[in-house]
């Protein structure tokens, strides 16, 4: 169940990933072109991706260590997905390449790097907080 709750939410990141993407594509490439896009929604791709596991982290109840092979199963489902939709939209391997290769300008190992953070660091600030004193969120 742990499991299933995981890739619910990790489907709910995907979605809000793609939409920003799409708006990225739309508003922030034709001004800053591609690549630079790019390599700014990376940033704001990891904290969007936080600010949902910080969210639903606890109706996860997931341990540290599930909440690191969480975190690693993401990145695999990502980087799948990554590679999967460059594809089917027609993109050449050296282009989908590019993202995952810092020398290129490529900043995605970055992003999937924090991602496979993201579940266990969401768990223990989340823990924090309620330690603490501040309101816990459902």
């Not at 169940?1 to 809000?16: H, K, Q």
């Not at 990225?24 to 072109?33: K, S």
């Amino acid at each position: 169940m742990v499991y299933l709750r995981s890739l619910m939410l990790w489907g709910l990141i995907i979605v809000v990933e793609v939409a920003h993407g799409i708006l990225r594509a739309l508003f922030v490439a034709p001004r800053l072109g591609d690549l630079t896009s790019r390599q700014v929604a990376i940033p704001i791709a990891c904290l969007i991706n936080f600010g949902l596991t910080w969210l639903f982290v606890t109706r996860l109840r997931l341990s540290p260590r599930e909440a690191v092979a969480v975190g690693l199963l993401w990145v695999l489902l990502t980087a799948a997905f990554e590679v999967g939709l460059g594809l089917a939209l027609g993109l050449p391997a050296e282009r989908i390449g590019q993202d995952y290769d810092p020398r290129r300008g490529g900043f995605m190992l970055f992003g999937l790097t924090a991602l496979a953070l993201t579940p266990w660091l969401a768990l223990k600030m989340r823990g924090r907080a309620e330690r603490s004193g501040a309101p816990a969120r459902p």
